[in-house]
């Protein structure tokens, strides 16, 4: 319920109290030229966290570069006063949340066009290098039959020291991502996660992992027990994909758009129910002590799909680690020590440019093992080569190479250099540019690369 106001903040008139939440207290207010702006002034246990406080205003910065027309755009903040508040523009609707509870779950055709937006919203954001963190339905604005995505998960930024610490988080269950209830590395693969759950709230009325206690809910989305059953025949393989429990597996909210242009009511017969459905209560936003799960979730995994393969970013990673293996016979030592600096270089990004939990030195043990690891698979490479008789050392020193090459890549340990050469690709080649690449540039090169190792050990 709004509450009339008349106070002065900056430049900001403040007109009424339109919400509260546990970061701040939302006011619809004017700027200095009269238009409508929504302002949220920070609780003062929040301003009062100055540490937090300057994480924030880094990433408040972040946010500014976002430009969606399904995104509110971030205005103003000032974050350094006593009363730190943050500007978005304003969106005179109702959250896709009251909207559901009051009339029932949104028609199909209503449903495809609000995830074929918010898709299109989550790839601008995601563009922008930023992740939502808090994507719920609480947190979708319907202005007229468009949807808005509006507060970003800044109580999560603001908390995430503090919690982290005490194996708590913040968030509302059953639109949680796994990774943010295990309190791992969020990527904006948990964006994507807490979007399909939101476009199964507005298809069903239905919280996706269950209505229960909190234990229950965190549980089932661990296990990846989302009520798929209960969506539309011909939305289950849409949220399916969208839902799993490994980050890795899901779909870029590009790749999520793609399919969300292909989704079709007419391919299936609806469950979906016409009539307002009784109140489903769904669990607001707490910060609770996360429950030891009974052990570490499986991952549900898609068959292996080689026109989707061929067509993505990651078959482009292929046919370089190809290429790279190709050259390592050409050049044994400078590509082989190139490719092991590439190898430092993905690893240090990952853990610089992403939130990564892990410790310093923890992160280093892995990479010096995983080297050692590589060399060694090389070594043995080479012995192996070498016993046959067949191979003189001119052969045998730069196949060994080789094999540490690809040893860099696929071996234990080489995970975090996969995801991360995956991203980069996934970011730099988008949709179909990937497939074009593949065919006109690398696919070339590798075979050019190939027909000269060939060469060289012939």
Known sequence: MSTRTHEQLGP??????????????VHLGLDGAGREVAVKVLHPHVAADLKARDRLAREVESMRRVRSRYVAEMLDAELTGSRPYI??????GRTLEATVRERGPLKPREVVAVARKLCQALVDIHDA????????????????DEPLVIDFGIAHLVNATRLTQSGMFVGTPGYLAPEVIRDSRITQAADVHSLASTVFFAATGLSPFGAGTFEAVCFNTLEGRARIDEAPVWLRDW?????????????????????????????????????????VPVAPTVRAELPEPPGP?????????????????????????????????????????????????L?????????????LSRVVLV???????????GVTAAALLHSTGRLGTRHVEPLAASVFTLGLFVLPGAGT?????????????????????????????????????????L
């Open 12 to 25: 900001y008139r403040l007109i009424e109290k339109i919400g509260e939440g546990g970061m701040g207290v």
């Open 87 to 92: 500007v978005t523009r304003f969106a005179p």
């Open 129 to 144: 290098g930023v992740i939502h963190r808090d994507l719920k339905p609480s947190n979708v604005m319907l202005v007229g």
């Open 239 to 279: 949220l399916s994909r969208a839902l799993r429990v490994d980050p890795a597996a899901r779909p870029t909210a590009r790749e999520l758009l793609r399919l969300a242009d292909a989704l079709d009511p007419a391919a299936g017969r609806t469950r979906v129910m016409r009539a307002p459905l009784p109140p």
């Open 297 to 345: 979730p499986a991952a549900p995994r898609e068959p292996f799909g080689l026109r989707r393969f061929v067509a993505g970013s990651d078959f482009c990673g292929v046919l370089i680690l190809v290429t790279l293996m190709a050259l390592t016979v050409v050049k044994p030592v400078a590509v082989g020590l190139t490719v092991a600096a590439l190898s430092l270089a």
């Open 347 to 359: 690893r240090a990004g990952a853990y610089f440019l992403g939130e990564n939990r892990r410790t």
């Open 367 to 377: 990479t010096l093992g995983h080297v050692v690891l590589a060399l060694a698979l």
């Open 417 to 457: 250099v996969r995801q991360a050469a995956s991203r980069t690709l996934a970011r730099l080649l988008p949709g179909h540019r990937a497939l074009t690449m593949s065919v006109a540039v690398l696919g070339p090169i590798a075979l050019i690369a190939m027909i000269t190792a060939l060469t060289e050990l």
